[in-house]
């Protein structure tokens, strides 16, 4: 099991930020205040099928969110990222003007300029991914575009 700030398990973690999310329409300031930029990812678990349930930062895109599996800079993809690979399908809870919204997204995991593009402005939003990348080691973390789907 990881663990998220302070040595807090992660699955704690997650419950927490997910609560203070939703009793504050949308804003979280847990661990380093994200603000209205979070988002519930709802997703079906690559081999068991079961429904989980993750709390990802997210950037407005021209079409959708983007989202970046850092993991924290973890040397392996969080379980997320392998959830979306298998059912790319998914649901998103965000925060609109007075509240919250749930909607289906289907997720496309970027790569090449589009990629690159993508990461710069999570590393403009955040130093905090620059220290993910070199912390990840030799991997790549995967950036996926969430849009409405069809």
């Known amino acids: ?6 040595g807090v398990a992660v699955s704690e973690y997650n ?3 997910i609560a203070e999310f939703r009793t504050n329409n949308g804003y979280v300031r847990e661990a380093g205040d994200y ?6 990812l709802h997703s079906v678990g690559a081999r068991s099928g079961r429904p989980r349930v993750n709390p990802v930062m997210g950037i407005r895109d021209r079409r959708g ?6 993991a924290g800079g973890a040397a392996t993809d969080p379980a997320w990222a ?3 690979r298998a059912h790319p399908t998914v649901e998103i809870e965000h925060a609109v003007t007075g509240g919250i919204t ?4 289907r997720a496309r995991e970027l790569d090449g300029g589009e990629y690159e593009e993508a990461w710069h402005r999570f ?3 955040s130093s905090m991914f620059d220290r993910y990348r070199r912390d990840a ?4 973390i995967p950036v996926f575009a969430l849009t409405p789907a069809d």
């Open 1 to 6: 099991m990881g663990f998220g700030t302070e």
């Open 15 to 17: 419950d927490r930020v």
């Open 35 to 40: 603000g209205n930029q979070l988002l519930i």
């Open 65 to 70: 969110w983007l989202i970046a599996a850092s």
């Open 82 to 84: 392998h959830n979306l």
């Open 102 to 105: 749930r909607e289906p997204v």
């Open 123 to 125: 590393t403009r939003r």
């Open 137 to 140: 080691g030799d991997r790549r």
